[in-house]
T-cell receptor
Framework: DAGVTQSPTHLIKTRGQHVTLRCSPISGHKSVSWYQQVLGQGPQFIFQYYEKEERGRGNFPDRFSARQFPNYSSELNVNALLLGDSALYLC????????????FGPGTRLTVL | QQQVKQSPQSLIVQKGGISIINCAYENTAFDYFPWYQQFPGKGPALLIAIRPDVSEKKEGRFTISFNKSAKQFSLHIMDSQPGDSATYFCAASDNAGNMLTFGGGTRLMVKP
């Protein structure tokens, strides 16, 4: 079975632009979570989606938004990009809402210039 | 607020030695404690996990020790190999969803 897939692999944007990152969970997994990992730090939770509804949100500004589609894939959108948004964005999937075991994708490396 | 503190930040171990990484948490609602291994340019990979109802869990060369009263848990890597060189993250979550709170990471280098 394929693992969690994310696209694109790398992305370079300039300040003020908008970006959309995509994630496909493991087949059969219904929950998708997004994390931001700044270089040299542990991942920070951004969102959890389950059955197309937001079920958790971390301490991130409203410039960050996400959604989940009927096939359980997900998009993370970031508006008005700042230099500090440069990071590895990770998607993790799990079977259910409160099923702890999570599997991460390879991430999307976002660089904001 | 950092709810999971991890130490050391970096660790150098000789091949065949034991690598020990420690974590401490504050939130008593946490009831799931995984360890992730991350290689450069890759996403974190789930290594081993434990729940508070047991004090130790072993999978191959990897062992988690858990001390509920002290709110601490640790990862032991026995017979460390150069291929184990990576960054290791401890994490914790409660049963209200599956938001993981990560420690700051430990960069492990195993010298041949």
């Amino acid at each position: 079975d394929a693992g969690v897939t994310q696209s694109p692999t790398h992305l370079i944007k300039t300040r003020g632009q908008h970006v959309t990152l995509r994630c496909s969970p493991i087949s059969g997994h219904k929950s998708v979570s997004w994390y931001q990992q700044v270089l040299g730090q542990g991942p920070q939770f951004i969102f959890q989606y389950y059955e197309k509804e937001e079920r958790g949100r971390g301490n991130f500004p409203d410039r960050f938004s996400a959604r989940q589609f009927p096939n359980y894939s997900s998009e993370l959108n970031v508006n008005a990009l700042l230099l500090g948004d440069s990071a590895l964005y990770l998607c993790a999937s799990s079977r259910f809402f409160s099923y702890n075991e999570q599997f991460f994708g390879p991430g999307t490396r976002l660089t904001v210039l | 607020q950092q709810q999971v503190k991890q130490s050391p930040q970096s660790l150098i171990v000789q091949k065949g030695g034991i690598s020990i990484i420690n974590c401490a948490y504050e939130n008593t609602a946490f009831d799931y404690f995984p360890w992730y291994q991350q290689f450069p340019g890759k996403g974190p990979a789930l290594l081993i996990a434990i729940r508070p109802d047991v004090s130790e869990k072993k999978e191959g060369r990897f062992t988690i020790s858990f001390n509920k009263s002290a709110k601490q848990f640790s990862l032991h890597i026995m017979d460390s190999q150069p291929g184990d060189s990576a960054t290791y993250f401890c994490a914790a979550s409660d049963n209200a969803g599956n938001m993981l709170t990560f420690g700051g990471g430990t960069r492990l280098m195993v010298k041949p």
